[in-house]
């Protein structure tokens, strides 16, 4: 069974820095294209990037421009990358496969202050 382990959520100020980490157990990066989500409160879970295959990263306009995604699929590990953080970032991040067929990890929360 595949688990996703997310972290580095935290409490930063507006136009602050911020980077998450995805960890899947399993050797599924090579089998599956992957993808960073968000849900805020009250809002529906939005897509933010996707990585179909190899080094391709595509960006949805939710957050365009101010994200960087890494990925490394010998360690199923994989990172996003936010900068000019504001306060309707405030959500909790997830990863999963894309589209999402694995099981939601817990996402690690960021809130954004202004």
């Known amino acids: 069974q595949v688990q996703l382990v997310e972290s580095g959520g935290k409490s930063v100020q507006a136009g602050e820095s911020l980077r998450l980490s995805c960890l899947a157990s399993g050797d599924i990066f090579r089998k599956t294209a992957m993808g960073w989500y968000r849900q805020a409160p009250g809002k529906q879970r939005q897509l933010l990037a996707t990585?179909?295959?190899?080094?391709?990263?595509h960006y949805t306009d939710v957050m365009k421009g101010r994200l960087t995604v890494s990925k490394d699929i010998d360690k199923n590990w994989m990172e996003l990358q936010m900068r000019d953080l504001k306060p309707e970032d405030t959500a909790v991040y997830y990863c999963n496969g894309w589209p999402p067929i694995y099981p939601w990890g817990q996402g690690t929360q960021v809130i954004v202050s202004s």
């Open positions: 990585a179909p295959r190899g080094s391709e990263i």
